[in-house]
């Protein structure tokens, strides 16, 4: 390998498999890390590594060192090949988990119940259980043991080798007692004692290793559940763009699938098609929504050699365009980029019980076997020795902790799903507690993000009525959004609207006709001096005013004489006012951020209450992610809330992102959270259900944790029955569920009007 190879860097993506914990990301993360010139940042949650390494390192070496760590890895597939793929509700993985969830929840059932109930326990009852347990232990916590033993190769454990070997021993110890010891015979009870009782060998254990396994492997599934779900936003993102476009070749006009399109192809787009690529407008007018992608509301118009991006919809004329840039070059696919950039670059969350059981797990190893030989160094019974260790592996078993996360997000999200707030899994709620900074989108956030008209001004002599008799009858034939509301408002109050002749569109002023013998204007009010028509003092004053707060102004007029003027704007969402109110409540700092001009950003801001230096306006999708991370890298903890494809990669940039659920595909799954009745006040609630969620998920570890340390030197010293042991693990399982429940009384503000 020659230094000039070395000298270039490159960034490789691998997709590893195999990791049951954050620990298991950190173990691969430092396998990578001591190859020379590498530097990897290895994700859980999406179960991806990026390494930045020397361009002369073989690929082929850092799969060999993330299998050296005990794990696999792969080259990942494209993203157009992530995106053709079928969207599954369960992957294989998660499927096998829920699988092996169930049928250990319905064997393991009477195995606890005819454990526990000593009233129950009729003659061999023994042999009943053992022969529920056994498939139980052994397949059902099969995925613990098999990470057991591959940590174990390694010479590392975790949570996963705890789990398996109170499994095991308890298991094992069953079986000697059946078989070797007292348990077996006839008309064998469980009587409940405080201490180990000299006949230890005649108790047996199976409804512990039965109950670790169900509770671990429901905490396992709802985990792999959440993972799942890394990559829907690309899939979104992919999913918006055309799938077919009519070519231009020798006159002909050829339908061919959109990634055939070269550089230099012209390809037609009728009104209401998606634009197949970016390009550059060769023949033809029409307006342009660009919403999905700038967030600006009104439709902008564009004409030969204008440039144009693809996934836009042509609302208008026929235009003729030609490819500028196809594939990944493409604005959408620049997007798309942003969106895996941002995600990947999340912090990792690493859960306190994975952090902890780096010390937790060997300590309680230790402790297990220093019990058995203090035991037998005094000279005690084996029985009793091996019970006591038996107790602390027991005891130690990380029951309650496999239950702290998951039944507190369940009874949370659950309660948030009553008034449609989603919470996509635990690592989002982490962000909440310090989030400081709310940056807002306007369009579709705050406003509705469609055109309606919010005020008519007649002229002197004329009425509401005669205004939008003129502009409804002029703006009917047009596909315009401004044409469309006004002409909606006009047939809601009149009725019908008349059929005008010589319907002309002005490109970039307005529309004409003529309406009987007269004829009628409506446009910008430069249409109206073209035509010699004088705007008089008082609607001039009315434009001038309406135009400074950021709204759009059609001067309609009939003849000579202008006869009023249409107001249309981006009206505010019902709520938005008291939604901002709520966040400054809540500590947090509220900011307008919109492709919009400065004007009407700052009309909205004073609206809902937002001071005009928490405004920023003009801004382009790859701008937007800019400002959040300029936000946070001023020490702010941001949260975005956003609706379009626009603010994908901002909603996956922030520390958390909430995405409006009336808004886009890819909005809602590079969110965080999702509000899925539009109403900007859920934000308010999602936080603090956040907040109080994990919460609750804290305490419930800490209690688990508490138990532990509590009960191991109690389990140590013998003066614990396994039996007891095992009622308090399942006492220390009720107390955080009935903790979690409490959850279900939270209460949403967006509900009480």
């Not at 204008?306 to 365009?321: F, K, P, Q, S, Y």
């Not at 405004?615 to 941001?638: M, N, Y």
Request: proline share 4%.
């Amino acid at each position: 390998m020659t230094g000039t190879a070395l000298s270039t860097t490159q960034e490789t993506e691998l997709a590893i498999g195999g990791m049951t914990c954050a620990s298991c990301a950190t173990r691969v993360e430092r396998k990578l890390n001591k190859l020379d010139g590498v530097t990897a940042t290895v994700n859980f949650a999406t179960e991806q590594a990026r390494i930045e390494h020397p361009g002369g390192v073989e690929l082929d070496r850092l799969v060999d060192a993330v299998e050296a760590a005990g794990y696999s890895a792969t080259l990942p597939r494209s993203a157009e090949e992530a995106g053709q793929e079928p969207d599954t509700a369960e992957d294989p993985r998660t499927a096998s988990l829920r699988h092996r969830f169930v049928v250990s929840a319905i064997l393991g059932a009477p195995v606890i119940a005819l454990s526990m109930v000593p009233a129950w326990q009729f003659t061999y009852w023994q042999w009943l259980v053992l022969t529920l347990a056994s498939p139980v232990v052994v397949w059902g916590a099969w995925p613990f043991h098999r990470a057991t033993a591959a940590n174990l190769r390694h010479g590392s454990t975790t949570m996963d080798t705890l789990v398996s070997m109170g499994v095991t021993v308890a298991y094992l110890w069953s079986l000697y007692a059946l078989f070797l010891g007292a348990a077996g015979r006839a008309g064998m009870t469980h009587e409940f004692s405080l201490v180990p009782r000299p006949t230890s060998n005649a108790d047996i254990y199976l409804e512990v290793a039965v109950g670790v396994t169900v509770f671990l492997l429901l905490g396992r599934w709802l985990e792999e559940r959440a993972k799942r779900r890394a990559g829907a936003a690309l899939r979104a993102l992919l999913e918006l763009g055309a799938s077919e476009v009519t070519v231009l070749r020798d006159g002909r006009e050829e339908r061919i699938a959109v990634d055939q399109l070269r550089v230099g192809d012209e390809f037609l787009v009728r009104p209401g098609e998606k634009i197949a690529t970016d390009g550059t407008v060769l023949r033809g007018s029409s307006a342009v929504d660009r919403s999905m992608l700038t967030g600006e509301s009104v439709p902008v118009e564009v004409a030969e050699g204008d440039e144009v991006t693809g996934a836009t919809i042509n609302t208008g004329g026929r235009l003729v365009v030609r490819a500028t840039r196809v594939g990944s070059d493409t604005e959408l696919a620049r997007m798309t980029k942003l969106v895996t950039e941002a995600q990947s670059g999340k912090a990792r969350v690493q859960r306190l019980a994975d952090r902890i059981s780096a010390v937790f797990v060997p300590v309680v190893l230790a402790i297990a076997a220093l019990t058995v030989v203090g035991w037998s160094l005094t000279g005690r019974p084996v029985e009793l020795a091996v019970t006591a260790a038996v107790t602390v592996l027991v005891v130690a078993c990380p029951c309650a902790l496999g239950l702290a996360t998951p039944t507190a997000l369940l009874a949370g999200t659950g309660r948030g799903a009553q008034f449609g707030l989603l919470v996509k899994g635990p690592e989002v709620l982490e962000s909440t507690r310090r989030v400081d900074t709310v940056v807002l989108d306007k369009t579709g956030t705050v406003t509705t993000g469609r055109m309606s008209v919010v005020e008519v001004v007649p002229g002197a002599g004329r009425t509401r009525e005669d205004v939008l008799r003129v502009a409804g009858a002029l703006e009917a034939p047009s596909e315009h959004p401004i044409a469309r509301s006004i002409a909606v408002t006009a047939r809601s109050e009149l009725g019908d609207v008349a059929e005008v002749e010589d319907f002309r569109n002005v490109e970039g002023l307005g529309v004409s006709g003529r309406l009987g013998t007269e004829t009628a204007l409506a446009g910008r009010a430069s249409l109206l001096e073209q035509h010699s028509v004088e705007m008089p003092p008082e609607l001039e004053r009315e434009r001038e005013r309406a135009e400074a707060a950021g709204r759009t102004v059609v001067a309609v007029a009939r003849g000579e004489a202008a006869v009023g003027l249409v107001v249309v704007a981006d009206g505010l969402k019902p709520g938005s006012v008291e939604a901002v109110r709520r966040l400054r409540d809540l500590g947090l700092r509220p900011m307008l951020l919109t492709g919009d001009n400065t004007t009407v950003a700052a009309a909205v801001a004073g609206e809902v209450g937002i001071d005009s230096t928490d405004v920023i306006a003009g801004v382009l999708p790859d701008r937007k992610i800019e400002v959040v991370r300029e936000l946070r890298s001023q020490g702010r903890t941001v949260a975005m809330v956003g609706d379009g494809i626009n603010d994908a990669p901002a909603l996956a940039a922030a520390d958390l992102g909430l995405a409006i659920g009336t808004g886009t595909d890819v909005a809602i799954e590079a969110g965080d959270i999702t509000l899925v009745r539009g109403d900007l006040r859920a934000a308010g609630d999602a936080i603090r259900l956040s907040r109080r969620t994990l919460g609750t998920i804290k305490g419930n570890l800490f209690w688990a944790f508490a138990y532990n340390v509590a009960a191991l030197p109690i389990a140590a010293a013998g003066l614990l029955n396994p039996m007891l042991a095992g009622a308090a693990m399942a006492f220390s399982s009720v107390f955080v569920v009935t903790n979690s429940l409490r959850l279900r009384r939270f209460r949403a503000t967006s509900d009480d009007g």
